[in-house]
């Protein structure tokens, strides 16, 4: 894609400010269904963003949307105040937008080890100069100790839950400004939840910003700082993430099942 030569650093990204994913009027499609409907969110620099709502409520599509994975997709969409409106994945990854799926992907038939090093990307810095966090196996293993504990494992070989962080620490082997993940507690132990909540915290401590689709409230509540609520792909609620928190009347019309 033109203009995305020099992906490792953003010190000449024009328009750079405290909004680093912006999507504006964002809809998609699978095939004929129209899925999303003119969807508007932002995630600034060192925040959580929440993107809630039940089953089919476009959460996925939306992170899939916004890193490419939709065949069909219109809107604007700035990532370091850049248009990666109609930038391929592999593009926008280089850039600093990480993703991580809901259905993990990870390579099976190679070690924990090895799987990180596909995801490996060069050092980056912020728009000031500063260098962004930086991450190698070593840093991953301690924040992720079940990894560190088998890093010659085949992928194949772990838990889901494993399989779960495994996908995480592979995203952060590029080096992320702001992370995509999708649905991080489906599926998994109470005791990895309970990791998975740590480790998103630790990561905005780090200065990596985080846009999280999920079901789980209580999970939602400890990482968050904002949401946005989907349903039937639009979002009908957006506020702190302390506010939705009392707001009975939006949980129930939106969230409850």
Do not use: C
């Not at 100790?145 to 962080?165: D, F, H, I, K």
């Amino acid at each position: 894609m033109n203009g995305m030569n020099d992906v490792s650093d953003v010190n000449d990204a024009s328009g750079v400010s405290d909004t680093l994913l912006d999507a504006k009027a964002l809809n998609a499609w699978y095939g004929a269904a129209h899925i999303l409907f003119d969807v508007d969110l932002q995630v600034k620099r060192g925040e959580v963003v929440a993107l809630m709502g039940r089953n089919g409520a476009g959460k996925s599509t939306t992170l899939k949307a916004l890193i490419g994975l939709v065949a069909k997709r219109t809107g604007a969409i700035s990532f370091l105040g850049r248009d990666v409106s109609k930038a391929e994945p592999h593009d926008v990854a280089r850039l600093g937008l990480g993703y991580v799926p809901e259905d993990r992907r990870i390579f099976a038939d190679l070690t924990v080890l090895e799987n990180l090093e596909v995801g490996r990307q060069p050092p980056r810095h912020w728009a000031d100069g500063r260098a962004a966090p930086v991450w190698t196996p070593d840093k991953l293993f301690k924040l992720f100790p079940n990894l560190g504990e088998m890093p010659q494992r085949l992928g194949g070989r772990t838990s889901g839950g494993e399989q779960q962080m495994l996908t995480v620490a592979r995203s952060l082997m590029g080096n992320p400004f702001v992370v995509l993940l999708d649905e991080p507690t489906e599926g998994v132990a109470p005791l990895i939840v309970e990791q998975m909540a740590q480790m998103i915290l630790e990561l905005k401590a780090q200065g990596v910003s985080i846009l999280l689709s999920e079901q789980n409230m209580h999970f939602a509540e400890l990482v968050s700082d904002r949401a946005y609520v989907l349903e039937k792909g639009q979002i009908r609620h957006q506020s702190s993430m302390a506010e939705l928190s009392v707001n009975e009347a939006v949980r129930r019309a939106y969230l409850s099942v």
